[in-house]
């Protein structure tokens, strides 16, 4: 394969222009970019990118770790750090693990390779005592809280969040509040839980197994849920669904089978996604496409050394009412 010396001779100029052309510098004349461009052309050369990686010490490219690629939280984060990748002209390079650990430790590796510039981690199974030492290799931003001096982080506050989705119902009348949840063992089920658990204390009332549900992600989900409430002798008269998706599916359904939604079970979801709006759920938007963009843009200023210190941001939530909550009559209580 031909080389940049050769380049040059061909196009009768020095290695040193046919370098500035090859890295877009400025202050080369037309006529010689040009001469370079048809000697390239004529020896069909083709650049080293590894090499040129290597040489800057950098490569322009982003890993993003996450465990779907098709669910809509993970797609709105997407957005926001696809969004913010362009601006800053960064390729991102996107690892699946279907919270596989030994997926999520692959994508670690890419750092400790220096394939990558910085890691973004959207959701994982590995515990951050395993994720932190490959910090050392460059820099990680993390899509939910962690207490760690060496990982940057920007998060939503779900127990909060939860709390006052909580209340919101409580102030509607509802005692009886049943819950949807997505992983179990995972950070932010645990802190749901709590807040549910807290909540429904301060009214003297019992979280009850029977009404929480896990490994909910999609509509198909929604509707297994309905189907597991029609075989219960007591069902609650509300639901806090973590994911719009997951109540739209739930909402299709419960028309299916003569539940009428809001006077027999109040919805509330979370991520304010499209479906949310179309179907008037009454939903908590966690700003999930602008949790992507500052994570990336997080990252950009800890490659580019324009931030040194890692940084914790937590966003903002908003619940917004529609038309799957309604006041519940102390009539309707007694009779359920």
Known sequence: ????????????????????????????????????????????????????????????????????????????????????????????????????????????????????????????????????????????????????????SVFLDHYAAFQFAIQYLIEHGHRQIGVCLSRYYSNSSETRRKALSDCLSSIGEPVRDEWTFYDCYGMEEGVEVVRRLMSLDQRPTALLVTGDQVAAGIIMEARQNGIRVPDDLAIIGFDNQPIAKILHITTVDNQMMEMGRRALSLLHTQITGEREKTEKVQLPFQLIPRSTVSNRNVSDEKQS
């Open 1 to 152: 394969m031909a080389n940049i010396r050769q380049i040059a001779k061909q196009a009768k100029v020095s290695v040193s222009t046919v370098s500035r052309v090859l890295n877009h510098f400025p202050y080369v004349s037309e006529t010689k970019r040009k001469a370079v461009q048809d000697a390239m052309d004529q020896l069909n050369y083709s650049r080293n990118i590894n090499a040129v990686h290597l040489l800057r010490g950098k490569t322009n490219m982003i890993g993003v770790l996450l465990p779907y690629v098709n669910h809509p939280y993970f797609s709105s984060m997407m957005e926001g750090i696809t969004a913010e990748a362009l601006r800053h002209n960064y390729r991102l390079l996107l690892c699946q693990t279907d919270y596989q650990e030994h997926e999520e430790t692959k994508a670690l590796e890419l750092l400790r390779e220096k394939q990558i510039d910085g890691l973004i981690i959207c959701s994982k199974t590995l515990s951050w005592d395993q994720i932190e030492p490959y910090s050392s290799f460059g820099p990680i931003v993390a899509c939910e809280s962690v207490q760690s001096d060496s990982i940057s």
